[in-house]
T-cell receptor, first 113, second 114 residues
Framework: DADVTQTPRNRITKTGKRIMLECSQT?????MYWYRQDPGLGLRLIYY???????NKGEISDGYSVSRQAQAKFSLSLESAIPNQTALYFC????????????FGSGTRLTVV | GENVEQHPSTLSVQEGDSAVIKCTYS??????FPWYKQELGKRPQLIID?????GEKKDQRIAVTLNKTAKHFSLHITETQPEDSAVYFC?????????????FGKGTSLLVTP
């Protein structure tokens, strides 16, 4: 679904490097989320945002930071990547009304070596 | 926080049989329960959802049931087909109390053999 675009699709980085994963959407949704997927663990919430002024920590925010640059853009940063941050990362959006209508991006596969 | 448990972790059925996946949740304030299907290498896709004021919902071969008292909900797939093979995730949300964020189960890998 081109409505929620994640870049890059794949990335290999070295331990200790800073890396940014980007998410942009054309759905006009207010709410944006970053989830991490590990085999056998499902998807776990890292951060979420209601709008550019509202950022909230999720279940596993340690080691991550985010920036909501505009309604349409929500970036996830790993300040100093470590190998156990190797995972598949999904951005998702949902509308601001009391409905859910999640749309997931295609995912970014990150490998930290 | 909300804890969602999902069983079984793997499920193998023959084509045409039914498949049932069960989830339990811990937070009685949860009020929205979606199910997602994820094919290999793809993003999760919503297949059905149910809100806490409804006990059952059907969409062709797929149905979801919710027991609020027992805090569990289940996905039922009838007349399974090989293309139903995928990983299925249940989730629960407390709505506005948690920013409409979803708490996911760990997933069930469903294999439908011809």
């Amino acid at each position: 679904d081109a409505d929620v675009t994640q870049t890059p699709r794949n990335r290999i980085t070295k331990t200790g490097k800073r890396i940014m994963l980007e998410c942009s959407q054309t759905k006009g949704h207010d709410r944006m989320y970053w989830y991490r997927q590990d085999p056998g663990l499902g998807l776990r919430l890292i951060y979420y945002s209601f709008d550019v002024k509202d950022i909230n920590k999720g279940e596993i925010s340690d080691g991550y930071s985010v920036s909501r640059q505009a309604q349409a853009k929500f970036s996830l940063s790993l300040e100093s990547a470590i190998p156990n941050q190797t995972a598949l990362y999904f951005c998702a959006t949902s509308p601001g009304q009391a409905t859910y209508g999640y749309t997931f991006g295609s995912g970014t596969r990150l490998t930290v070596v | 926080g909300e804890n969602v448990e999902q069983h079984p972790s793997t499920l193998s059925v023959q084509e045409g049989d039914s498949a049932v996946i069960k989830c339990t949740y811990s937070d009685s304030a949860s009020n929205y329960f979606p199910w997602y299907k994820q094919e290999l290498g793809k993003r999760p896709q919503l297949i059905i959802d149910i809100r806490s004021n409804v006990g059952e919902k059907k969409d062709q071969r797929i149905a979801v049931t919710l027991n609020k008292t027992a805090k569990h909900f289940s996905l039922h797939i009838t007349e399974t087909q090989p293309e139903d093979s995928a990983v299925y995730f249940c989730a629960a949300s407390r709505g506005s109390n948690s920013g409409y964020a979803l708490n996911f189960g760990k997933g069930t890998s469903l294999l439908v053999t011809p």
